[in-house]
């Protein structure tokens, strides 16, 4: 695990925070500390469109890991079986005409009462093995977890994104002065007032804004090493336009987190 710290100048005055490993924990992501979150803590949230061939593997994949625990936000804008896969396996689908990635999740984020919520893409490409050692780094302080998928070099990833990720983190790196290594990943946990405090402008370049706005104020913000596999189903990312929105996204919101310090 790498650990962020940045200068907080807010809420910590100036401190940085601190880079603690970990401490051993159960499988079922939580210690035998009562004020421990535990999977009954946990939202995970995704967009949906069209994901009829990946959604059950999703779903059950989360009902495996959390033993039925967490619950399940759909924002869907679907015209397949989607929403109806989703909804047989008990999770909550807030329908939404398809507006683009970043508007869907946007909505999905806000929508849990649970404090810890974890965002994921509904395609199979994330591990959901990896939410009980999310949800340690959440108990062991982090406001923000995020899937690092470059670490273990991500062969699965279509070799042209696989560059553009890096580019995109080494563009953020330079620009907001700490080195990030997966911007762009959509597999994240976050305490919820993170999501909640925060005012989010982003559509495709959503997820960049949601590592980089934290990051910049000083929140916790923690990478994690994780699996990436390929894809079930059809990309709905054009690999030009969607990572010249990123970039775009990327250079806007650096600035506007650097002018928000003076
Ligand atoms: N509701 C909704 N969901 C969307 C929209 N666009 C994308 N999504 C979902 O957002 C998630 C991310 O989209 P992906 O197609 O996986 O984009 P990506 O991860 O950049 O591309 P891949 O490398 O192909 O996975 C998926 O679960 C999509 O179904 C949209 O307009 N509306
Ligand atoms: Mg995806």
Request: aromatic residues 4%.
């Given at each position: 695990m790498s650990s962020i710290t940045a200068p907080d100048d807010e809420a910590t005055d100036g401190a940085d925070s601190v880079d603690v490993d970990a401490t051993a924990r159960g499988d079922d992501?939580?210690?035998d500390t009562d004020?421990?979150?535990?999977?009954d803590d946990l939202s995970v949230v995704m967009g949906t469109y069209n994901e009829e061939e990946?959604?059950?593997?999703?779903?059950?994949?989360?009902?495996?890991?959390?033993?039925?625990?967490?619950?399940?936000?759909?924002?869907?804008?679907?015209?397949?079986r989607t929403p109806e896969i989703a909804r047989e396996r008990g999770a909550t689908v807030i329908e939404q005409e398809p507006q683009g990635y970043g508007v869907a999740v946007r909505e999905a984020v806000l929508?849990?009462?649970?404090?810890?919520?974890?965002?994921?893409?509904?395609?199979d490409t994330y591990p959901m093995e990896a939410l009980p050692e999310f949800l340690a780094e959440i108990n062991d302080g982090a406001d923000v977890v995020s899937g690092d998928r470059l670490y273990h070099g991500a062969d699965a990833m279509p070799a042209f994104n696989r560059f553009g990720n890096h580019a995109f983190a080494a563009l953020a790196s330079v620009l907001m002065g700490e080195r990030v290594h997966d911007t762009t990943t959509g597999m994240r946990a976050y305490r919820r007032e993170v999501v909640q405090d925060i005012g989010w402008t982003e559509n495709t370049g959503l997820s960049a804004e949601l590592l980089i706005r934290?990051?910049?104020?000083g929140y916790d913000v923690r990478e994690e090493p994780i699996e990436y596999a390929e894809r079930l189903g059809e990309t709905k990312l054009d690999p030009i336009e969607g990572g010249a929105a990123i970039a775009k996204s990327i250079a806007t919101v650096?600035?506007?987190e650097r002018l928000r310090r003076f």
């Open positions: 992501g939580s210690t004020d421990e979150y535990t999977f990946a959604i059950a593997t999703v779903l059950d994949d989360v009902e495996r890991v959390t033993d039925g625990k967490a619950e399940v936000v759909c924002v869907d804008g679907s015209s397949d929508t849990p009462d649970r404090p810890v919520v974890v965002t994921t893409d509904c395609d934290p990051l910049m104020r650096c600035l506007e």
